[in-house]
């Protein structure tokens, strides 16, 4: 990771390593922390998960603090770099990943750390980071379009997974903000807080579903990038996952906020917005999969941005656990440790090559420029 070669670089190397470090960084908290979220909180728990879980829950926040340390200095050293980010038109979508980053180490706080720090530290922890990550998606979720809208040169054959990231936050709260419903006192405040959840809910799975359709759009018109981009397209899952998880987790309290009608209501609408969904994941999971397979036997080389095919998945994995929760079928609890598995050993080979290739220098060069990235098809035979 960054920290171990700042740790052992010259202060002339620290000083150009801060000067490339960019927000796609966080995805590494956010792929590492939905292996411990996920795993607390399978269907079917196999032994020595839950303390494998905390293991990797305290990795996800310690690396949380030590990017946060490392960005706030790339701010401070290197003001003009850091604004260049945002008129990039790749790197600018991935200022959602710090919101999610934050969001993500909070779930695990009350879903595992609580049996390391107490559960009411936990739930104040969790409380601070929801609110920061929430604030900062609902940011991202306004400006990153904005940009693009006003600023960025986009292409017609621009639109990619990354495209997701700074509208897929506020759905990530409205999971996350599920879990701290029951700790808040009954009234008015608790039932708002569940409104505001789905209307993030829904601010987030509109927006997924127009540029989710011009993805598709790009794929059919020009084909793909054939580079390190393409598994950005795995990013397409976080937002079909993670409105499942929300739409499981939000019907599952809300009894607690509204009246018993329209909480019955609601949880039925986990069942049946979510196996629809969950379809078209599948779906997803078959298309992207092939298409990550085809350009990695043309030589695809190590990336960031194969952290997509971590935090994305996992929320698959929540996703799928929640269908099981409400349905109580085998398949879906089959489905979520099977799928639990893929991203176990997605983690650990994506999380060895990082390290590697942190220590080698070559994960910290200056992001891409801001010129577009052709997508094209195979020749005609």
Known sequence: MPYRLLLMATPQTRVEVLGNIGPNWFASVMGTGIVATAGATLPIQLPGLRGFAEVVWVIAATLLVVLIAIVGLHWLRHPTVARTHARNPQMAHFYGAAPMALLTVGTGAVLIGRDLIGERLAVDLDWVLWTAGTVGGLFTAVSIPFLMFTQHNVEPDAAFGGWLM??????????????????????????????????????????????????????????????????????????????????????????????????????????????????????????????????????????????????????????????????????????????????????????????????RGNLLNPPPSAGPIRAQKDPAR
């Not at 006192?185 to 601010?203: D, E, K, S, V």
């Not at 992207?288 to 036997?297: E, F, H, I, Y």
């Open 166 to 359: 700074p509208i897929v936050p506020p759905m990530v709260s409205a999971a996350a903000g599920a879990l701290l419903i029951p700790h808040m006192a009954p009234g008015t405040g608790r039932t708002t807080m569940l409104y505001g959840c789905y209307a993030m809910f829904g601010l987030s799975l509109v927006a997924a579903f127009i540029i989710i359709t011009l993805i598709w759009s790009r794929l059919a018109l020009y084909g793909t990038s054939g580079t390190a981009r393409v598994p950005t397209l795995w990013i397409v899952l976080g937002p079909l996952g993670q409105s499942i998880t929300a739409a499981g987790l939000l019907g599952h309290v809300a009894a607690t906020a509204v009246e018993p009608e329209l909480a019955e209501d609601l949880n039925a609408f986990a069942v049946i917005f979510g196996v629809p969904v969950w379809g078209f994941a599948m779906l997803w999971i078959a298309l992207a999969a092939s298409l990550t397979v085809r350009t990695l036997r043309r030589g695809m080389p190590f990336a960031l941005t194969w952290w997509s095919l971590t935090f994305p998945v996992g929320t698959f994995v929540t996703g799928t656990t929640q269908l099981a929760v409400h349905t109580n079928l085998p398949a879906f609890k089959v489905a979520a440790v099977i799928a639990y598995a893929g991203l176990l050993s997605t983690w650990l080979l994506v999380a060895a090559r990082t390290a590697r290739g942190s220590l």
